[in-house]
C-alpha cells in the first residue's frame, strides 16, 4: 500500500510529489500507468447538484484539501475504488474550464497548459467503463458526451452528465462570470487543491478494505458502500475478479428495479431482498442485525452464494416483467388459460403490482414470480386459482397505496413468504387455495387496521384502479368486468376528469347561461386544491373531451344525460355534491342568472364547502364503498 498527498495538479499529470525533508520524489505513481478508469462494477455518478456547486465553491473560496480517493493498481492504469464521483466533477470542470478559455477554432495558450491534465499519450486521462468514451477533444473545444446506446451506457447516465455538465457551467459563471482572470485564478487554486491518495499495489489486500475501514465508523459511505466494502474484505483475494463481475451484474439488475419497480436505489433493492430471509428479518435499513453488519464474519463462499441468488432473483422478476409487458403473453408458462382473454386483465393487474409506488407492499408477489421462476411448482397452476391470487394481491396493493403507513415493515406479509420457503405441497390445489386464504388475511389486516385515508394528491395509476373496482369488481366471482384504463388495454380509453376545479392553473372555468352564452369565470389560486384526490372521476376520453372546462352544473347535465346509470363512484359524487347547500345556491345563480361577481362568490362558496368544510365526508364515504364492494 502506498500513500500521499498530492495536489489535482500531481494526480492528472501523475507526477509524484517531492518531499521537502529527504528532497527526494515519493514513489507514489509509477511511471508505466497513464491513465485512470473507473471500472464496470463501481458505481454510477450520481452526485446531486448541491455536491457539485459546493465543491466548486469551496475551491473557489480557498484551494483546499478534498478527501480520499482509494486506486487499485493494475496493468496500465489506475482503477478509481473510491472517489469517482469526486474525480469525475474535477475532470468535467477542468474540461468546462478549457471551453471557457477557447477563442474562435485557435487553441489559446491557456488552453494547451490544459491539455497535459486532461489527455495522456492521445487519450483523455480519465476513462469509465460504464459509458464507454465519454470525453472529445475537436481542435479548441472539448466536449462530454454519453452513448445513447444501451450496451455501452450501461447504467444510462447521459442525463446525469448532461446535469453535471451545466451544472459546473452554470457555478462557474457564478463564481467567476467568465472573467479570463478570474478562470485562470480558480483554475489554479482547484490544481493546488489536495487529495490523500491510497493506491494498492497489485499483491496486497484489497484496497476495498481500506476505505470501508476509514469511512464505515464515520457513516460517510451510504449502505451500497459499506456493503461492497464488506464483500471485497471477507472474499479472498483469489475470487476478487469473479466479485467484480458478480457486483456488475447485481448493479444492472438493481437499475432496472429502479426505472421499473420504483426501487429507490441499490440500498433499497438489497434491504427488501433481505427482508424475504427469515433469519434475515430483524435488519435495519442500514443491513445491521444486533448491531452487527449482516456480512460481518461471512465467507467467500456465503458471500458469492448471496450475491448470485440476488441477481438470479432478479432476473427472475425482470423476465416476467418483459413477459407481460408484450402483447401476446398470456401466462401459458405458468397456468392453463382455456382461451379466457381475463389475461388481459390480469396482465394489467400485475404491471401495476410490479410498477407503482410503495415497494414494501411487493415482496411477496416478487417472491412468488421467483418461486415459479425456480421450477418449484411442476405442474401448470388453474387459471381460476391463478386469477384469484392476482385479483387479491391487486386489492392489497390499492389497499397498501392508500394507507398512512407505506413503510412499515409489518404490511411486507412474511407469512405469505414463508409459504414459499416451506414448500411441501403435494396438491397444487391445496396450495393455492391455503396461499390465497393467507393472501386474504394480509390484505384485511391492511385494508382494516391501518388508517387508511384518501388524503392525498391524485395520480392515474391509483384513480384508475381504485375506481375500477369500485365500479366494477364482482366478489362472487373475484372479477373486475372492466378495468379503466388511460391506454389500449380496452377498446374504450379513460381519462380523468376534473370535476370541481379546472387543472388549469389560472383557475379558469367556462360559465354556461341559461340562453346558450357563455363567459369565463376567474377565480383566486385553487391550483392546488385541484389535484386533490376528490377532485377526480373517471370518464371515456372521447366524452371527457366535450366537457372542456365548464362550471359543475353544466357538467352535471352532461353526465347524468350520457350514462342510463351512473357509475358507482360517480354517483357517489353526485350524491355527495347535490346535497351541499353551496350547490343549490349555485343552481339558484344559474337559474336567475346572476351577474358574474354574484356567480363568482357563489362558487368560492362551494368550492370552499366542498374541499374545506365537508371534505372529510366524502373520503369517508368513497373509501367506505371500496370496503364494501371487495369485503
Known sequence: MRAGIVTIEQLFCLINPYDQVTEKELDIFRKNRTHYSIPAYQREFKWEDSKIEDLIHD???VQKFLGIVALEEKKNTYEIVDGQQRITTLFATLIAIFNILRIDDVITYEQKCLLKYLIRNDKFTLRNETIGDFCYHEGSSMRIDISEDIEIDIFKQKDDFDRLKETINNKLKEETNFYKDLILQFKRKLLKSTLLLLINE????????VYIDINYKTQTLD???????YCFKYVEREFH?????????????????????????????LYLYYLTIKEKRSINSKLKLRNRHILEKEDSDGILLSIKKMIKYGNNIYEFYKKIDSSKYSFKDI??????????????????????EAVYRKPVFFEFINFIAEGHIKDKIKFNNFSKFIMNYYLYSIGFLLINEQKNKSGIGYSNIDFFKNYKYQDLTKFMTDFNESLEAIKKKTIFEYKTILDRNYEDQLGFAFYSVIDNYKKSKMRLTSIYHPGDLTETVYTKEHLIISGHKKNIIIWKRNNGE????????????????INYIILEKTFNDSLENYDIIYKFDEINSHFPKLPNHIKIFFDYVSNLSSFQELKKAKENDNIEEEVIEKYEEFINEYFVVKEEKIRKTLYNEFLKVIT
Open 59 to 61: 475551491i473557489n473560496i
Open 202 to 209: 497489485k499483491d496486497n489486500e484489497s484496497i476495498e478494505e
Open 223 to 229: 449502505v451500497e458502500d459499506i456493503y461492497k466494502g
Open 241 to 269: 475478479e469473479e466479485l467484480k463481475g458478480l457486483w456488475k451484474d447485481l448493479k444492472a439488475i438493481v437499475f432496472k428495479f429502479s426505472k421499473c419497480f420504483n426501487y429507490k436505489n441499490f440500498d433499497e433493492y
Open 335 to 356: 397456468c392453463e388459460t382455456d382461451g379466457d382473454v381475463y389475461y388481459k386483465k390480469l396482465k394489467y393487474m400485475c404491471y401495476f403490482i410490479m410498477c407503482y
Open 518 to 533: 357563455k363567459y369565463t369565470l376567474k377565480f383566486r389560486h385553487h391550483w392546488r386544491l385541484s389535484e386533490k384526490f
